[in-house]
Structures are given as structure tokens and as C-alpha cells.
């Protein structure tokens, strides 16, 4: 018998590059948050995929920024310590991002290294993926930059990908798993994440949030949830999960944006994220919404801790 690999990757990288989808389309369900904005990733969260003899825990990270507000501080720990507990790093980019900056010569190799540097204190294997590689028509046009920064020594390897597409995706897998240690699984063959549905959930309705509403209101709001009632989720005739959830703003002026006239804003997002959460929970939900005040909860470490980011 072979021996298995096992063993923890982080994606790491700024944000909007694709991290939360590349987990997405690597354990095959969504679980993570995704969205055309920036920073919609807040925690880290866990995906697992085993394929053979080898297990990979996926952990997605919120994108690298300035912290100017404690949440925002508390994401960027997110990110260290995750980075931290892992065995392997992967490095995501948008590649459109990434030639359009190399072409106008502003991309700044020097940056990079020191954002890794900060990331990777141990020096373990960090891999480059280029994502979104679906935007290329030709994909040759990359050649030159991954010559480039070959040159740098700072990846082992440099990985064209695409999450919309799964392209290259194996060759990620089968790249990450021989940087893996040779172990026992550390979860069931076919688990997904370790990750709680609650927490999903949260983060489904907050991904809506953010599709739905403009400006700084959704990077205001807070999830929670207040019940998650799975009585009648094995009821043969009409299976049902009941769902109660508070999404918590700073100002009473965003929770009349949130709510919209007539309702029309908070029902909207409710009827969005209850479809994302059916197909997790592969049953029928009842989502109910309401909205809350909770000054300046952005801002300060109590108020955080008290909405889940601890
Ligand atoms: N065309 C294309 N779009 C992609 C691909 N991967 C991600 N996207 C889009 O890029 C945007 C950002 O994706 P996310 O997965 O939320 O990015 P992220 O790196 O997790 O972002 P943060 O959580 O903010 O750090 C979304 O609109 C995705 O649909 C891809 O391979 N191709
Ligand atoms: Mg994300």
C-alpha cells in the first residue's frame, strides 16, 4: 500500500484574486463567500479534498490590505495565522491584473516579496497561481512574466489556473501534494470542511448583502444567526430547516438601505442567499431576516467579539 499525504495549504494573496472561488471549485460545492468586491472574505475558512492517497485542507484567507478599522485588523490576522498553521502557501493573482501592471511596468516585484516575507516567516514552499486564466485568448502572452519571475527564486512553482473553468486545477492539486508530509488523513475520505453550516449560512447571506446593496453599507454589515432549527429536516413528507438571522449595521440610515422601500432591498437578498443555502443543506429553508443597529460595531474589539469574530 502507498503511503498518503496529508496536510494544510493556505490561499493567500490581495484581494478579489480569486482564493474563496479557487477553494470552491477544488472541493466541488461552494462554501466560501465570492464576490465581484473586494474583501468579501472575513474568516478563515476550511475546505477539504481527498483524492487517492492524498488529503488537502484548503484553508481560504481573507485578502492582504492596510488595516485602517478593527475588523479589518482582525481579517488580516485571519490571514497570518492561517498562513502560519499551514504547511504550503499558495500565492493568488488575477492574471489580468497582474500583465496589465507588468505591462505598464508598475508591477512591484520588491512589494511582493516583502508581502511574503511577512506571510511566510518559516520559508515554507510558497506556489504561484495565476488565476482567471478563462480572460486570456492568448495564453502565451504570460510566458514572459512567469520567466520573470522565475528569476526571482521566490515560488517553487507557477500554476495557471482557472476556478470558472477548473483548468489546471489538477495540475494544482497533484503540484501541492508532493510538498505535503507523509501522513494518515486527518479527515474522513469524503469530508468537505470542518467548517460549521451556521458559519456558511452567515456568510451566504452576507455574500448577498454584498451583491445587492452599494458603497460601504455591506462592508457594515455583521450575520448572525439567532436559530437554526433542524426539527423537521428529516420529516419524509417536507423536509424543512428554519433559519433566523440579524444582519447587524452601524447606522440607523443603512438599516432603512437595507430594508429597502416596502421591503423590497432585505427581501431580495433573503430570497437570494435562501436558494445558496438550499443547495448546501439540500433541503427546503424558511430564511427570516431582520436588521439591527449596532453603533461603531466595525470598530471596536467588544463589539466584534460579540458578532462571531473571535
Ligand atoms: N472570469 C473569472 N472570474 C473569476 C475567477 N475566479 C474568481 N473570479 C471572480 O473574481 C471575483 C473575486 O472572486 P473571489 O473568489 O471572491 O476573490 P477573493 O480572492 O476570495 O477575494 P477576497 O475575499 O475579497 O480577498 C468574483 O467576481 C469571482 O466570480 C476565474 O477563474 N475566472
Ligand atoms: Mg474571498
Not at 472574505?41 to 481560504?60: A, C, N, P, W
Not at 495565476?130 to 512553482?157: C, G, H, Q, W
Request: charged share 25%.
Amino acid at each position: 500500500m502507498s503511503q498518503k499525504r496529508c496536510g494544510a495549504v493556505a490561499l493567500v494573496g490581495l484581494p478579489n484574486a480569486g482564493k474563496s472561488s479557487i477553494l470552491n471549485a477544488l472541493i466541488g460545492q461552494k462554501i466560501a463567500p465570492v464576490s465581484f468586491k473586494a474583501q468579501t472574505t472575513r474568516q478563515s475558512i476550511r475546505g477539504i479534498h481527498t483524492k487517492e492517497d492524498v488529503q488537502i485542507i484548503f484553508v481560504d484567507t481573507p485578502g492582504l490590505i492596510e488595516a485602517e478599522y478593527e475588523l479589518q485588523t482582525y481579517m488580516q490576522k485571519q490571514t497570518l495565522t492561517s498562513a502560519n498553521d499551514v504547511d504550503v502557501l499558495v500565492w493568488v493573482s488575477d492574471v489580468a491584473h497582474v500583465l496589465a501592471k507588468s505591462a505598464h511596468k508598475t508591477l512591484d516585484l520588491a512589494h511582493l516579496k516583502t508581502l511574503l516575507q511577512r506571510l511566510n516567516r518559516e520559508q515554507k514552499p510558497v506556489l504561484w497561481v495565476l488565476n482567471k486564466i478563462d480572460y486570456l485568448s492568448d495564453k502565451s502572452a504570460m510566458l514572459p512574466l512567469i520567466e520573470e519571475v522565475a528569476r526571482l527564486n521566490l515560488f517553487s512553482a507557477v500554476i495557471p489556473v482557472s476556478a470558472k473553468t477548473s483548468e489546471g486545477l489538477d495540475d494544482l492539486f497533484s503540484e501541492l501534494a508532493q510538498k505535503l508530509p507523509e501522513q494518515e488523513f486527518l479527515f474522513d475520505a469524503d469530508a468537505v470542511t470542518d467548517t460549521f453550516e451556521r458559519q456558511i449560512v452567515a456568510e451566504f447571506i452576507r455574500e448577498k448583502a454584498l451583491a445587492f446593496l452599494d458603497n460601504e453599507v455591506p462592508y457594515q454589515i455583521a450575520v448572525t444567526i439567532e436559530s437554526f432549527d433542524e426539527k423537521r429536516k428529516d420529516d419524509p413528507k417536507k423536509p424543512l430547516v428554519e433559519i433566523e438571522a440579524v444582519l447587524y449595521v452601524e447606522r440607523e440610515g443603512q438599516k432603512k438601505i437595507v430594508i429597502g422601500k416596502n421591503g423590497e432591498k432585505i427581501k431580495q437578498i433573503g430570497i437570494a442567499a435562501r436558494q445558496e443555502i438550499e443547495l448546501l443543506l439540500q433541503c427546503q429553508v424558511m430564511l427570516k431576516l431582520f436588521v439591527r443597529v449596532q453603533p461603531g460595531w466595525t470598530q471596536g474589539v467588544k463589539d466584534l467579539k460579540k458578532l462571531g469574530f473571535v
